[in-house]
């Protein structure tokens, strides 16, 4: 393709042929134009074009194109068609990096490249293709039409874009190394490497992955650049935010690191533990720097006595004094040799240890000096003021990782699950103290801290205070090796962390790198690492690692033009036509797009980014978030980005090396009981009066938009309602029974509508109800939940209950709180034979101290400012929040007590696993391993007098929550085959559950905010070991992130959940790698309430990238806002009742068999399809080569240095 104004082919901006041949656009003419009949291509001719064009449209696009063409953005030609008032016109594209220009193009004013960048998005998504279009031959029916830039035809959302990222694939390159190598041959089992645990496939993929992002060095093509391919074939590159077009594809440099994103539940620890023993021995490089280019390793004997160029530079630069004359010993080089170049090391080291050499070893830790420089220095003299001297900066073996303090523990149980040979680990938590700089680069492989440690380790980062020119004077430990036994202790404000140069950095639930106002990433930025890793199945908010294999649903809107008050197509019926349905990026989309670039940014530190902080919003960010929708090519852009700096395989890719056992998910719908039920009507009452009284507007009404905390509120104690939950002003009755005819004068002299005034009807007689049912007022006597009891000797049950003038069918003698029934067990326990005087005068103690405590406690509250009176015609509860949080957390103190067993328990479970371990190994038979598997801690042995006691022959039925018997009975029933995970957003819900296990005498342990990270930690590794403790009670909040729970196969949501990615990441917690058996999930909801709503809505806004919040949801908001009254009750006598007092008889029954088909009376149990991230398949028949477990450990090579 040769230019007319240029025969002799030459790098100028008149060569057609150094351009990109885009495509052609059709314009009509006005049919009384006078122009040549020529139907030859010509120069494009901007006068005749603008003056003859058929519209307004036409003729701004005109104008457009001539401004690209005289801004040499673009060259065109036109052609007028044969016998047509139309005209086609060739556009080519002119590269920025045209050669023979003198990079005039890339030096074009700010203004003409805005202005330019807004035409060309509209012009180039017209352009047509196709051989015979661009010869001008648009009237052939056959002709194909292919845009050159399609406008916008990927409209995923960003959740979709990561779920399509392509699984890793490395691949060899020169210097890739044997571990490498080894990784991708699958035949080879690994042995060697000290890895127990045998990977699957897609794990070992993974590893090379990494291993090669951080090893690779060779440059790669730039992500921010997308090909466009011309008529003619040829590929140029455009940059969709600035629209810049160049000829090649610019190349940068790599990552040494990345975001290690794979699905929830697929072995990320296991990876990153692996890609550390890849890795194990490679020291650390000193930090490069364009100013301070050659920085030489150094150790203290090469610094001192070396008279290598390297080393006398350094000590001139550092004014160290002159070495004296005597040259360096082969024992002196080797140790040098050995310390800088550390393969060699291993080789070495059994030989070494324990030789007199090996302290010399030790203390001849390699370093850099770190000179602070600008470029502000060079080419500039040196200035009279005192110049800082180097700071030392130690090099190291070891990775730092970073870890959420609930995992610590978990974190050291991985390692030694994982490791076949002991490594040096050093764990930190908040409170210890940091060995010195140099032991702690010298005397470790891992180290791990907590997120608070290094947190906290940021109050000491006085980094300029380590610019110095002191020299270390202490003297040589002996003649034979002059290493100097340094005792330097350094500068105590500087963190010893911010004197290595680290050689890996891992935050495990890295997600929170993506926030810049916290210490923990401030500290992260600090710190000198040359690899750096962030580790999270849930890189941001919306991007989410939960898929069980099931399909998302594809957005198939096409993006539109993006400018606005520039033309938007031809009218031409060449033009290319834009569709208007555009998917537009939201607000939402902008927030997770901003927790990227920091990551990226300020953490990882991706080259491309480094140099400019703002360089992911104007290059990756803008191009998206445009009114209109995303810029051609800015979704592809974005992929591009993510791929280069995230690691992660599709769900599909994962599912053929691992299969896990099936989920069975149930939605078990109850009714309440008779007295929740009054409850739960006497609240939608007050919802009731209060929208009819204020009219449904204003302020009084409790869904105006200023009563969006009140709304909340209400919400939640709905929902702790529906469990169970008290009022301590029985929600107003006796108030609103009172004025019931003043309220129905009122809303009748309104003009209130029938269906209203008959609504308040109903909900007076609710609250009358209510009001009439002394028993349903005495159980909001006390926070506990009451408990109907059987066959109880009726002075000793009126001594103790709480409830007045009921009349219990049947047998039930009647309704005992909770904790009166404890208290009542406890001293019969203690004394079995206790006579019945003695246990009516307890009781009478008991309800006298319960008394007084009330008194002080109201009294405490009324000395309190009082709260200003609520706007809104109805408590919406605050007081029964303030006593439910208060209750729960008195509930959920720990004490010295519970510590003690459950860490006696946990070190029983440990010597139990290793003496199991040992017996294996030595074939030990059956018998022998049973013996080892009784050595468990045991509940406390019923005395056999307790069948004689007073009570012997008390039943304890049916509580006044049909969910906490719906849990004590799947506890009950399940819990000696297997562990039960029981999930609640409320504390004082679980509160309540671990009073009804404690009835039942079932060991449990509770993971919530009030106790202490540390007993926590013991907590979970207690449940994971332990044989005793059956169930984990968590708040849900601790249910999504990190925990490995896979002991546990039962789980219970004592509530619906409102977004699904929270419910799946706590089942998450059992269901992954390592489950062995099927996993039974459980979600309790009360039916014809806004819970049974809540699961329909949730299911009809599956697919959403953004779940609204649940007040905000039209369809709950509806649903809370118009209130019904439930009608039907469960019949409590259809729940089995148990034994009050555990008797030596009781344990000697055996456990009956679970029946699957057996369901709780009046359950009605929905089964929703299990959607699983793994194939459902019969257990066990994973082939042995897939094996999670490896072969028997090798002989340790060395001692485990575990310091905490």
């Given at each position: 393709m040769h230019c007319d104004l240029c025969p002799n082919p030459s790098p100028c901006l008149h060569h057609l042929s150094n351009f990109l041949p885009a495509g052609v656009l059709e314009l009509c003419l006005e049919t009384s134009a006078s122009y040549s009949r020529d139907t030859t291509w010509t120069a494009y001719n901007a006068v005749f074009l603008n003056k003859n064009v058929a519209n307004t449209q036409d003729l701004d696009l005109c104008r457009q194109i001539e401004f690209l063409i005289h801004h040499s953005f673009i060259s065109a030609q036109y052609r007028p068609l044969s016998f047509s008032s139309r005209c086609i016109i060739r556009v080519y594209i002119i590269p920025y990096d045209l050669p023979g220009?003198?990079?005039?193009?890339?030096s074009r004013k700010s203004d003409v490249l805005s202005v330019a960048r807004k035409y060309l998005r509209v012009l180039l998504p017209l352009l047509v293709q196709g051989s015979q279009v661009w010869e001008g031959e648009l009237d052939q029916g056959t002709a194909a039409r292919d845009p050159i830039l399609a406008r916008c035809e990927d409209s995923r959302t960003l959740a979709e874009i990561y779920g399509d990222l392509v699984s890793p694939s490395p691949s060899y390159w020169p210097d890739c190394g044997p571990v490498f190598q080894r990784l991708l041959d699958f035949t080879d089992n690994l042995e060697g490497m000290g890895l127990k645990t045998r990977l699957f496939h897609y794990q070992r993929r993974t590893v090379a992955a990494m291993l090669q992002k951080e090893l690779d060095l060779r440059d790669i093509p730039d992500p921010l650049f997308v090909p466009i391919v011309g008529v003619d074939s040829t590929t140029f590159y455009l940059q969709p935010a600035t629209m810049e077009v160049l000829a090649e594809r610019p190349l940068v440099s790599p990552t040494r690191g990345g975001i290690l994103c794979e699905e929830l539940g697929t072995g990320k620890t296991v990876m990153t533990l692996t890609l550390i023993l890849s890795t194990l021995n490679e020291l650390s490089s000193p930090e490069p720097s364009i100013i301070d280019a050659h920085r030489p390793i150094l150790t203290p004997l090469s610094l001192r006595h070396f008279p290598t160029s390297d080393c006398h530079s350094a000590r001139q630069r550092a004014q160290y004094p002159r070495p004296d004359a005597q040259l360096p010993s082969l024992v002196e080089m080797l140790l040098h040799q050995i310390r800088t170049r550390p393969p060699t090391h291993e080789a070495l080291q059994d030989a070494l240890e324990g030789t007199r050499l090996w302290p010399h070893l030790q203390h001849n830790s390699p370093f850099y000096h770190h000179y602070e420089s600008t470029l502000a220095d060079l080419g500039r003299p040196k200035r009279s003021a005192i110049t800082p001297g180097p700071k030392t900066m130690f090099l190291t073996t070891a990775s730092l990782i970073?870890?959420?303090?609930?995992?610590?523990?978990?974190?050291?149980?991985?390692?030694?699950?994982?490791?076949?040979?002991?490594?040096?680990?050093?764990?930190?938590?908040?409170?210890?103290?940091?060995?010195?700089?140099?032991?702690?680069?010298?005397?470790?492989?891992?180290?791990?801290?907590?997120?608070?440690?290094?947190?906290?380790?940021?109050?000491?980062?006085?980094?300029?205070?380590?610019?110095?020119?002191?020299?270390?004077?202490?003297?040589?430990?002996?003649?034979?090796?002059?290493?100097?036994?340094?005792?330097?202790?350094?500068?105590?404000?500087?963190?010893?962390?911010?004197?290595?140069?680290?050689?890996?950095?891992?935050?495990?639930?890295?997600?929170?790198?993506?926030?810049?106002?916290?210490?923990?990433?401030?500290?992260?930025?600090?710190?000198?690492?040359?690899?750096?890793?962030?580790?999270t199945g849930t890189p941001t908010t919306h991007l989410l690692g939960l898929s069980f294999g099931s399909g998302v649903a594809e957005d198939n809107g096409i993006s539109e033009d993006d400018s606005e008050g520039l033309v938007s197509g031809s009218s031409s019926p060449g033009a290319s036509p834009l569709s208007s349905n555009v998917r537009k990026w939201t607000k939402t989309d902008s927030q997770d797009l901003n927790k990227l670039a920091t990551m990226m940014t300020h953490f990882i530190g991706v080259p491309l980014f480094q140099g400019d902080t703002k360089m992911f919003q104007k290059y990756v960010s803008s191009a998206l978030m445009q009114r209109s929708g995303p810029a051609p090519g800015a979704i592809s852009v974005l992929s591009q980005v993510m791929q280069m700096v995230m690691i992660r395989h599709r769900i599909e890719d994962v599912e053929k090396d691992v299969v896990l056992p099936p989920i069975r998910q149930e939605v078990v719908l109850l009714d309440l009981d008779i007295y929740a039920l009054r409850s739960y009507n006497a609240l939608q009452a007050n919802i009731a009066i209060n929208a009819i009284d204020s009219e449904r507007k204003d302020e009084d009404y409790i869904f105006h938009p200023k009563n969006t905390a009140s709304l909340l509120e209400l919400v939640q104690n709905i929902s702790q309602l529906l469990f169970y939950g008290i009022s301590s002003n029985l929600y107003y009755t006796e108030d609103l029974r009172f004025k019931r005819a003043e309220y129905l004068e009122r809303a009748a002299s309104r003009n209130t509508s029938a269906e209203d005034i008959a609504l308040m009807q109903d909900a007076f007689d609710q609250i009358e109800l209510a009001a009439s049912d002394t028993a349903?007022?005495?159980?909001?006597?006390?926070?506990?939940?009451?408990?109907?009891?059987?066959?109880?000797?009726?002075?000793?049950?009126?001594?103790?209950?709480?409830?007045?003038?009921?009349?219990?069918?049947?047998?039930?003698?009647?309704?005992?709180?909770?904790?009166?029934?404890?208290?009542?067990?406890?001293?019969?326990?203690?004394?079995?034979?206790?006579?019945?005087?003695?246990?009516?005068?307890?009781?009478?103690?008991?309800?006298?101290?319960?008394?007084?405590?009330?008194?002080?406690?109201?009294a405490k509250k009324a000395n309190k400012m009082p709260e200003k009176p609520s706007k809104i015609g109805f408590s919406h509860e605050q007081e029964t929040s303030a006593q439910s949080s208060a209750l729960a957390a008195s509930k959920s103190h720990v004490n010295q007590a519970k510590i003690q067993e459950v860490h006696q328990e946990l070190q029983l479970a440990l010597e139990r696993k290793e003496a199991l371990d040992h017996a294996e190994e030595n074939d030990q038979t059956p018998a022998d391993q049973q013996l080892l598997q009784a050595n468990t801690s045991q509940n406390r042995v019923p005395s056999s007098l307790l069948s004689s006691s007073i009570l012997s022959s008390v039943r304890v039925g049916s509580s006044i929550s049909s969910k906490l018997d719906v849990v004590l009975d799947e506890v009950q029933q399940y819990a000696p085959m297997e562990k039960f995970l029981i999930f609640s957003d409320s504390p004082l819900t679980l509160a309540h559950i671990a009073e009804g296990l404690d009835l039942m005498e079932v060991k449990y342990l509770r993971f919530s905010s009030q106790i202490d990270p540390k007993i926590r930690e013991h907590f979970v590794m207690t449940y994971e070991t332990s044989e005793t403790y059956r169930v984990f009670l968590m708040e849900l909040k601790h249910g999504a992130r990190g925990l490995n729970l896979i002991s546990a196969s039962r789980i219970i949501f004592c509530e619906p959940i409102w977004r699904p990615d929270v419910e799946s990441q706590a089942i998450k917690r059992a269901h992954r790698i390592g489950q062995t058996r099927p996993i039974t999930v459980k979600t309790l909801a009360i039916r014809d309430t806004h819970e049974e709503k809540m699961m329909g809505r949730r299911e009809a806004l599956k697919g959403l990238n953004v779940v609204p919040t649940l007040t905000n949801e039209t369809g709950m908001r509806d649903f809370i806002a118009n209130p019904q009254f439930l009608r039907r009750h469960r019949d409590p006598s259809i729940h089995p009742a148990i034994s009050l007092l555990s008797t030596p008889a009781d344990l000697s029954l055996d456990h009956p068999e679970p029946n699957p088909n057996d369901s709780h009376a009046d359950f009605i149990v929905t089964d929703e399809p299990a959607a699983s991230l793994f194939k459902e398949v019969p257990l066990d028949t994973r082939p042995p080569e897939d094996s999670q477990e490896g072969p028997p450990p090798a002989k340790k090579r060395r001692m485990v240095a575990f310091v905490e």
């Open positions: 220009v003198q990079g005039r193009l890339r970073v870890v959420p303090t609930n995992l610590i523990g978990q974190w050291a149980a991985e390692f030694n699950k994982h490791f076949s040979m002991p490594l040096r680990v050093l764990i930190a938590r908040r409170k210890d103290t940091l060995p010195l700089p140099k032991t702690l680069a010298n005397d470790y492989d891992i180290v791990v801290l907590t997120y608070d440690k290094l947190s906290h380790e940021a109050s000491r980062r006085n980094v300029p205070a380590l610019f110095s020119w002191s020299v270390c004077k202490c003297k040589a430990m002996s003649p034979e090796a002059r290493i100097p036994l340094c005792d330097c202790t350094g500068d105590s404000t500087v963190s010893p962390l911010l004197q290595i140069r680290w050689k890996r950095l891992v935050i495990d639930e890295g997600h929170v790198s993506g926030t810049i106002q916290n210490n923990l990433h401030q500290m992260a930025q600090l710190l000198s690492v040359e690899r750096k890793w962030v580790v349903w007022n005495d159980t909001h006597t006390h926070e506990d939940v009451p408990f109907r009891v059987y066959h109880m000797d009726p002075d000793v049950f009126t001594s103790w209950t709480r409830v007045s003038d009921h009349h219990p069918p049947n047998l039930c003698t009647g309704i005992l709180h909770c904790d009166r029934l404890l208290r009542m067990k406890d001293e019969v326990v203690a004394r079995p034979l206790m006579s019945k005087p003695e246990l009516v005068t307890k009781g009478e103690m008991v309800a006298k101290y319960d008394a007084l405590m009330r008194l002080a406690s109201e």
